[in-house]
């Protein structure tokens, strides 16, 4: 009998068996539960190198099922999986918070230097990061509790229609200058972070014009001697 044929008279007989040899697999495990648990901790600590690739693979290979499958779950299951979360946190505030404290001081340094790395907007592959975390900081901010903010993806594309230079100074930005570097302003001051509401600008304008109606603000920004797109 050729490989393939054997393959197919295993797969007709799991088929029709399917229930018994599970039965047999869980009351084999039940009698023989802590040599197989002993084996397999052994294993992993005698392979670990190998384990990690054979996971990287195979989350490589189902990735994109695994992905729908999770998505299907939590729509379904949504309001229980986040007061189970909620439950979880709250149990284990204290815990969690003495972790992260021990976790920060042991690995300082390091977790400084990838935080800088990550949000570096100096580096090209950066940007659209840099600019789509500016979202973040105005969706998590206090005073915007009640604020429709506009998608990230529209945020993004909206910066990108700006061509690189600020809409109400014309200068172009520059990321290796905070003054300088993008930032979301509201065209109506207080009002909603959405596409019709919100225009790039340096840095240093939208910190000196504050609350005030941007229109008397670029007088007394022209009347200081600094150049206007206008």
Known sequence: MSTAACKSHDQTYYE?????????????????KDKICQNIKRYREENPEKI??????????????????????????????????KIYRADTKTSRTAYNKQYWAANKDKLCKQNKAYRDPTDSNNIERYIKLKRSTAVSHPKNTDTKVCSEQEWYD?????????????LEFDFSNQLLRPSA????AGGDYTVDNIQWVVCMYNIMRKDRDADEFDIDWGRAGLSLRY
């Open 52 to 85: 990690a690739n054979q996971i990287r693979k195979c989350n490589k290979k189902h990735k994109d099922k695994r992905t729908a499958t999770k998505k299907v779950y939590y729509d379904k299951n949504r309001e229980a999986i986040l007061e189970q979360k």
């Open 158 to 170: 909206h910066y990108l229609k700006s061509n690189g230079y600020c809409a109400r100074t014309g």
């Open 16 to 32: 029709n068996n399917r229930a018994s040899i599970l039965a047999k697999k869980k009351e084999y495990y039940i009698a023989n």
């Open 185 to 188: 302003d509201r065209i109506i």
